[in-house]
Nanobody, 124 residues
């Protein structure tokens, strides 16, 4: 299994970014992909997750309405659209894979495969 996040950058508050997680080696019917972020000095935080097949999605309350997780199975990609960026969104964003029959998708402990992160920096 391989996961690679990309698309980060430096943007001004109010702007948008689209992050992508390219994945390989996952069985579509058995996995979900999640996005997490970690700001300096803070714990890793769940952002959003979606099944590779089917429509189930999860969002952290803090990002609902601004973040949208979507998939393109033809390209083996799970994307995270981030709108109305705020300085507090500054963090390293990572994607990870979990089996769909595990417990909470919001818990990092449920994820068995992690990709390297991509830095998002939002200036005020």
């Amino acid at each position: 299994v391989q996961l690679q996040a990309s698309g980060g950058g430096q943007v001004q508050a109010g702007g948008s970014l689209r992050l992508s997680c390219e994945h390989s080696g996952l069985t579509y019917g058995s996995y979900a992909l999640g996005w997490f972020r970690q700001a300096p000095g803070k714990d890793r935080e769940f952002v959003a997750a979606r099944r590779l097949s089917g429509g189930s999605t999860r969002y952290a309350d803090s990002v609902k309405g601004r973040f949208t997780i979507s998939r393109d199975n033809a390209k083996n990609t799970m994307s995270l659209q981030i709108d109305s960026l705020k300085p507090e969104d500054t963090a390293v964003y990572c994607c990870a894979a979990t089996r769909t029959n595990t417990g909470s998708w919001s818990s990092p402990a449920a994820y068995t495969h992690w990709g390297q992160g991509t830095q998002v920096t939002v200036s005020s």
